[in-house]
């Protein structure tokens, strides 16, 4: 079976580098073009830490996507800059596989429509660590047993969103759960200011709190509450390679899916 051909945009990131190491462990995938706004015309290779593979950094994807023509772009960038990256991957007919966190829901809309205009799959993950994916699932469980939850995610100093897309999936997801027993706030709306140190309701049930520190990677716990009792539900990603085996997963089966997808659950 021949070997996926791989576009990563972002490449010279601390993820972007860390996605081009687990592509050069895999036999059924290869990188055929690396696109960043740094490091312009070096090797990927060296640029990852890994030795020279004759791919030069470059910051224009189109050019980069008519000379390599890969089957997949692995987009983790910043929000400022992904949507338009996959515009340009969805308009060639290359199948996304995006970590890239921020998108609001009208992006989601329009990329969804994107997909479906060019036939072209796009896949979302707000996290790819599979213990965070457990976390989000077993969330869900415990809403339907308590009143009250809220939760605390904690990142690197610099990720650029917050609350982050794992926080907003989970509140969502624990929302969604068939028998929800979450419960409003009382008075949530008279105490509730720009500046709340509360953190930001999602949903008017689920208080969400972002914490950016370094020395933190990705970290996650949800706190209910009950009658006389707790429980806590925590995921930790420790360093970055952490995310490998769920993206490796998605460059896999991205071309076999339709439309926009949503989360690593769905391909697990």
């Known amino acids: 079976m021949p070997a996926i051909d791989i576009l990563v945009c972002g490449a010279a990131g601390k993820m ?7 592509i050069s462990r895999e036999t059924d995938l290869r990188l055929v073009a690396a696109v960043d706004t740094v490091h312009v015309g070096e090797d990927i290779g060296a640029v990852a830490g890994l030795s020279a593979c004759g791919i030069a950094l470059t910051d224009n994807l189109a050019e980069a996507i008519h000379a390599a023509r890969p089957q997949v772009l692995v987009d983790f960038t910043i929000p400022a800059s992904v949507l338009a990256n996959i515009r340009v991957a969805l308009e060639n007919k290359i199948a996304c596989v995006v970590g890239t966190t921020g998108l609001a829901q ?6 969804e429509r994107l997909c479906e205009k060019h036939a072209t799959p ?7 660590a599979i213990s965070a994916v457990l976390m989000m699932e077993f969330a869900a469980q415990a809403a339907r047993y308590f009143p009250r939850a809220e939760i605390i995610e904690l990142h690197h100093d610099k990720k650029l969103d ?17 028998g929800c027993a979450l419960q409003a706030e009382s008075a949530a709306k008279e105490t509730e200011t720009p500046f709340s140190p509360r953190g930001q309701l999602f949903g008017e049930k689920v208080r969400l709190h972002s914490v950016r520190l370094p020395g933190f990677v990705a970290h996650q716990e949800v706190i209910f509450g009950g009658l006389g009792q707790t ?30 997808t949503v989360g690593l659950e769905k391909i697990m």
């Open 122 to 128: 796009c896949f979302i993950a707000p996290n790819f």
């Open 231 to 260: 429980l806590t539900i925590r995921y930790d990603s420790l360093n970055r390679e952490s995310f490998m085996p769920g993206v490796v997963l998605a460059i896999r089966k991205v071309i076999g899916l339709k439309g926009l």
């Open 16 to 22: 972007g580098r860390e996605v081009v190491r687990a």
């Open 162 to 178: 917050a609350p982050s897309g794992t926080a907003l999936l989970t509140a969502k997801k624990m929302l969604e759960s068939e």
């Open 106 to 111: 009208d992006n989601f809309d329009e990329i």
